[in-house]
């Protein structure tokens, strides 16, 4: 299997091919994910709880980061590489974004993603000058959602709805390669798709997106903490390593 490049996930987009993203923080499992052909493996910094075992995605550090992106690096051939950027790592200014985010690539990711609509299309549109493909992330955002409102759908009034799909056509403008869409109502998902150009990928919103991210750990049953109700559990790896 070739090495998957941005050309190729928006290509996925204009033939109708549904993408398959799945998370991976160290190199057995991101061999696992990339040997099955999978399109974009996240270095998510839900590794911050699935791995580390903190409480939420905001402790999680650059420094942590660049292991896991290295790891998942070493072990990949294929599929396309997007890490997180960490809560603080692209908030203070536009040349800690670019600085934060060039640590990323030479670890060996191939792209970052930033939580954020209008507000960091600025930050965004700078990275993609500076030749760094960025995914953006809009509706629910762990990094900050969990200081406001919690973990709640996003989307469901009207002046809501309007600002998720202002943001995403923003994110769109500055440049972004793809947008992930997170527990955003159906309805909502559906006209963003239909109404950009770029692969909109869904985490628990609904089934009209182009393709689908979900946490390698809660599929496989070995993340027992989080049981989102969106997520389809294909083996309980957790009983069948006690039972071993």
Not at 22 to 40: E, K, Q
Not at 200 to 220: A, K, T, Y
Request: with cysteine; glycine share 10%.
């Amino acid at each position: 299997m070739k090495k998957l490049r941005v050309r190729d996930i928006l290509l996925k987009k204009s033939s109708n091919e549904k993408l398959t993203v799945l998370t991976a923080y160290d190199y057995p499992m991101a061999f696992l994910c990339d040997n099955a052909g999978i399109d974009i493996i996240l270095v998510g910094d839900s590794a911050g709880m699935v791995v580390l075992g903190y409480p939420s995605t905001i402790p999680v550090q650059m420094e942590e980061m660049l292991l896991f992106v290295g790891a998942v690096g070493r072990a990949t051939k294929h599929s396309l590489i997007t890490a997180d950027m960490p809560f603080g790592s692209y908030q203070t200014s536009v040349n800690s974004a670019i600085d934060n985010a060039i640590k990323l690539i030479k670890a060996g990711s191939d792209a970052v993603k930033l939580e954020g609509g209008t507000e960091i299309s600025g930050t965004i549109k700078a990275l993609v000058d500076s030749g760094i493909p960025v995914m953006g992330h809009v509706g629910l955002r762990p990094q900050t959602s969990v200081l406001w409102d919690g973990y709640q759908t996003q989307g469901d009034t009207l002046a809501a709805a309007r600002k998720i799909i202002s943001d995403a056509k923003s994110l769109e403008q500055a440049g972004v390669f793809s947008i992930v869409l997170e527990m955003v109502t159906d309805e909502v998902t559906e006209i963003i798709s239909k109404s950009t150009a770029v692969p909109i990928i869904g985490i628990g919103s609904g089934n009209n997106c182009d393709g689908q991210v979900l946490v390698l750990h809660d599929i496989l049953g070995l993340y027992g903490k989080l049981k989102p109700r969106f997520v389809k559990q294909y083996l309980n790896l957790s009983e069948v390593i006690h039972v071993a």
